[in-house]
């Protein structure tokens, strides 16, 4: 069994990390293993939910895959320390690197983006760019390994994307019919620029706060 590490940190965003989960923990020969800092629990951003890491940076030190969440706990992962050391030895030796929403911007601190291209949650894609980053308003984006996800729900299109690049696009396709992954929202409104300006604003100003 190949190995995933999903990293999950206090105040990250929940469908950040369980929306790749999701798909990832349904490949084959592939195991998907939430680690932190420490083991346990882990509140996500709403207060409400807990998730639980069930290794240590130190017990999974070369994962094939790495996936970063993003969420407000981001922040207080920015600063170098034990994650941005454990990020920049799991890319030495990492098959794909992967992040979703603001996960980048703590691989983009850890130094493990350099210039290469990468995306993130619309409200924090200038913030990519002074990171040294080449900054994408796109939903996925591909870099050689560098994997990245737009905001929250873009994390199950690079789950799927990257399903279909290890295990080809039958087997993709298997896991988003098995999850009826058929989006149909009821507003055309997911993206800045299909939204209404005031609710743009509104959502810029929140993410501000």
């Known amino acids: ?5 999903i990293l999950i940190y206090d105040r990250l965003t929940a469908l950040d990390a369980v929306g790749p989960y999701e798909v990832l923990s349904r490949l ?3 195991k998907v293993t939430f680690v932190g800092e420490t083991k346990g629990e882990k509140r996500t951003d709403t207060g409400r939910l807990g998730l639980t890491a069930d290794a240590t940076l130190a017990d999974l030190p070369h994962p094939e895959i790495v996936l970063v969440p993003g969420g407000s706990g981001q922040e207080a992962l920015m600063e170098d320390g ?13 098959q794909w690197t992967c992040s979703v ?9 850890a130094g493990v983006i350099g210039g290469r291209r990468a995306t993130s949650h619309w409200t924090a894609l200038e913030e990519l760019g002074r990171l040294g980053a ?23 299109d690079m789950g799927l994307a990257l399903a279909g690049r290890l295990a080809g696009p039958e087997v993709a396709q298997a896991i988003q019919l098995g999850i009826e992954y ?11 620029e299909k939204a209404p300006a005031e609710i743009v604003e509104a959502v810029r100003a929140h993410a501000r706060l």
């Open 134 to 156: 080449e900054a994408r308003p796109e939903r996925v984006v591909f870099d050689g390994k560098l994997v990245s996800a737009a905001g929250v729900s873009a994390g199950i």
């Open 28 to 30: 084959p020969g592939w």
């Open 101 to 109: 929403c603001t996960g980048s911007l703590i691989l983009a601190a």
């Open 1 to 5: 069994m190949k190995d995933i590490a």
């Open 182 to 192: 058929d989006p149909q929202p009821p507003f055309d409104g997911g993206s800045p």
């Open 82 to 94: 034990p994650v941005h050391e454990w990020l920049r030895g799991a890319e030495e030796s990492s």
